[in-house]
């Protein structure tokens, strides 16, 4: 494996513009000179491993994009990449199991770095079940289902916030992890249509500065949710580190009654 002096340099500078970091900035934060730093951007000097995972985990680079600056440096990538089914990642498994489950009777499921559904309880199935067969086939992606006019968008009463809430976060993200496939996925979904044929409310202000609401309709019933996002703290997984769990509660009775009865009706697991 080989790799020019200045290709792992240039990563780095892109990085540090990314996170709006002057080279003294980064520099104190990795206890260099700037001088090394800059010699280390141009290409003059060539960083070690270690520099390069020390200025990596500075500039909070993603293990994934971790690799790719390593590689770059000539040297070997650290972070393995496993499928969530991979025997060495097992208690990781049982753990989003056990968190997937434990949320019931709410939904709640686990999404990959571009959105796309690696698992969910059973709550989650009765929600998606009005949205066109085609976008129900794997890998379901979860954002594309949410906003597509043949997906849930029509059921959602209050669309055009919730529309631009997940465009402002998929923004956000794309801008962090300098994903290409973010980024084409935000182009498409900005594409969409934003208005919401079935108004079945004003969107509310209760939770107004703290939280938008998700506004589902389901039949004639609009359920109401909160929503909070997890992911794994220390991951050294590239795969653990792209998973996020996405978890609803009811934001009101209504909604919390509605989905006791729904969990009640289904099969058990």
């Known amino acids: 494996?080989?790799?020019?002096?200045?290709?792992?340099?240039?990563?780095?500078?892109?990085?540090?513009?990314?996170?709006?970091?002057?080279?003294?900035?980064?520099?104190?934060?990795?206890?260099?000179?700037?001088?090394?730093?800059?010699?280390?951007?141009?290409?003059?000097?060539?960083?070690?491993?270690?520099?390069?995972?020390?200025?990596?985990?500075?500039?909070?680079?993603?293990?994934?994009?971790?690799?790719?600056?390593?590689?770059?440096?000539?040297?070997?990538?650290?972070?393995p990449q496993r499928s969530l089914d991979d025997p060495a990642l097992t208690e990781a498994r049982k753990a989003v199991d056990?968190?997937?489950?434990?949320?019931?009777?709410?939904?709640?499921?686990?999404?990959?770095?571009?959105?796309?559904?690696?698992?969910?309880?059973?709550?989650?199935?009765?929600?998606?079940?009005?949205?066109?067969?085609?976008?129900?086939?794997?890998?379901?992606?979860?954002?594309?289902?949410?906003?597509?006019?043949?997906?849930?968008?029509?059921?959602?009463?209050?669309?055009?916030?919730?529309?631009?809430?997940?465009?402002?976060?998929?923004?956000?993200?794309a801008a962090i992890t300098a994903d290409k496939g973010l980024a084409d996925l935000l182009t498409e979904l900005r594409a969409y249509p934003t208005s919401n044929p079935l108004r079945a409310r004003a969107p509310s202000d209760e939770f107004s500065g703290i939280a938008i609401p998700f506004q589902f309709r389901r039949g004639d019933q609009v359920l109401s949710f909160l929503s909070t996002t997890t992911i794994f703290g220390t991951p050294v997984d590239v795969t653990l580190s792209e998973l996020t769990l996405e978890t609803f509660f009811p934001a009101d009775a209504a909604t919390a009654a509605a989905l006791h009865a729904l969990a009640a009706a289904l099969p058990p697991a």
């Open 98 to 173: 056990l968190i997937l489950k434990g949320h019931e009777p709410f939904p709640a499921l686990v999404v990959d770095r571009g959105w796309n559904l690696v698992a969910a309880n059973r709550m989650v199935g009765p929600l998606m079940s009005g949205a066109d067969p085609d976008l129900l086939q794997a890998p379901i992606n979860v954002l594309r289902l949410t906003l597509h006019p043949r997906g849930l968008a029509p059921q959602i009463a209050n669309l055009d916030a919730w529309r631009a809430h997940i465009l402002e976060r998929l923004r956000r993200e």
């Open 1 to 79: 494996m080989t790799a020019s002096p200045s290709a792992v340099g240039d990563h780095l500078r892109d990085w540090r513009q990314r996170r709006r970091m002057s080279q003294l900035d980064l520099a104190l934060e990795a206890e260099i000179s700037t001088r090394h730093l800059s010699f280390m951007e141009t290409g003059r000097a060539h960083p070690s491993r270690d520099m390069v995972l020390r200025l990596a985990e500075r500039l909070d680079v993603p293990l994934r994009e971790r690799n790719t600056l390593l590689v770059a440096a000539g040297f070997a990538p650290v972070f």
